[in-house]
C-alpha cells in the first residue's frame, strides 16, 4: 500500500462508520455503556460529511429492507461449528470453546473501525464478570490473521480475537450483508474499497452481532441490530451468563 492510498484510507477510517469521537476511556465506557456510546454515535454523525452520512443511511435502510437481521441466528439456534485461527495463527474450535463452559461471540468490522475497537474495550472491562460466570469471550471478524493481531494490539484486550477470512463462519450465523452499490461508491471516493480490503466478491460487511451460548451448544442471547452504529450492551451478556446459574 503506497503512501497515497493510506493517507486516503485513513481519512476514510475517520469518517465512514468510525468517527474520531470515540476517544472515551474505558472507564467511561463501562459506568454508562449505551448512554455514552449513543453520545459518541451522534458526535461522529456531526462530523460527518453529507455523502458519509447518506451511505450510513442507505446501509441501514438496504439492511431494514433485506431481512438480514431477522434471518440472522437468534434464541435457541445451536452454535455453527467453526475452526478459526486467532491473532497467532493458532487454530481455536468451536467445540473445545463449548466443552469448557458457556461462550459469549461476537462479530466486528475489523481493525479499521474505531467503533470495533471502542466496543471491544468495552467488552474486556466486563471480563472479569464473563469469566467469574464460567464463560469465555471470543470476537471474530474477517480480518486477516495480521490485521487481526493489529486489533488485539491496538484494543489492548486479553480476550481471543479470531479471524474469518471471506466471512465463512459469519455466513453461517447468517450476519453478513451486502453494501448497497450508492453507499459503496461513497466509501470507494473517500478511498476505501470494502471488497478489495477483504478480498470479496462484492462489498460485504457483518452485522454487529453479539450471542451468548449455553454449554450444549444453544443460542441463548443474540443481539442483531440493523443499525450498524449498534452493538449489545456488555451488561445483558453478563445479565444472560448470570441467568444460566440461575436457571
Do not use: C, N
Not at 29 to 53: G, I, N, T
Not at 198 to 220: F, K, M
Amino acid at each position: 500500500m503506497g503512501p497515497h492510498l493510506i493517507v486516503r484510507v485513513a481519512f476514510a477510517l475517520e469518517f465512514v462508520l468510525s468517527g474520531a469521537a470515540i476517544v472515551a476511556g474505558p472507564d467511561r465506557l463501562k459506568r454508562s455503556f449505551q448512554v455514552d456510546y449513543l453520545e459518541l454515535v451522534k458526535a461522529d454523525r456531526d462530523l460527518q460529511p453529507p455523502d458519509v452520512r447518506e451511505s450510513v443511511r442507505l446501509q441501514r435502510e438496504s439492511i431494514e429492507k433485506s431481512g438480514a437481521a431477522v434471518r440472522a441466528l437468534h434464541t435457541g439456534a445451536p452454535l455453527p461449528a467453526f475452526t478459526l485461527a486467532d491473532a497467532y495463527g493458532r487454530a481455536v474450535a468451536s467445540d473445545q470453546l463449548v466443552a469448557q463452559g458457556p461462550v459469549v461471540v461476537v462479530f466486528y468490522r475489523g481493525s479499521w473501525d474505531k467503533f470495533s475497537l471502542a466496543y471491544l474495550r468495552a467488552l474486556q472491562e466486563r471480563l472479569p464478570e464473563i469469566e467469574a460466570a464460567g464463560a469465555s469471550l471470543v470476537a471474530i471478524s474477517a480480518d486477516d490473521v495480521r490485521r487481526t493481531g493489529l486489533t488485539q494490539h491496538k484494543a489492548a484486550v486479553s480476550f481471543t480475537l479470531l479471524s474469518d477470512p471471506g466471512y465463512e463462519v459469519a455466513r453461517r450465523f447468517g450476519v453478513v450483508y451486502e453494501v448497497p452499490p450508492a453507499a459503496d461508491q461513497v466509501m470507494r471516493e473517500h478511498g476505501f474499497d470494502l471488497a478489495r480490503y477483504y478480498g470479496t466478491a462484492a462489498p460485504e460487511l457483518p452485522l454487529s452481532a453479539a450471542y451468548v451460548v449455553d454449554r450444549h451448544g444453544t443460542i441463548i442471547y443474540a443481539s442483531v441490530p440493523s443499525d450498524s452504529y449498534r452493538r449489545a450492551d456488555p451488561s445483558e451478556i453478563v445479565a444472560a451468563l448470570t441467568g444460566l446459574h440461575a436457571s
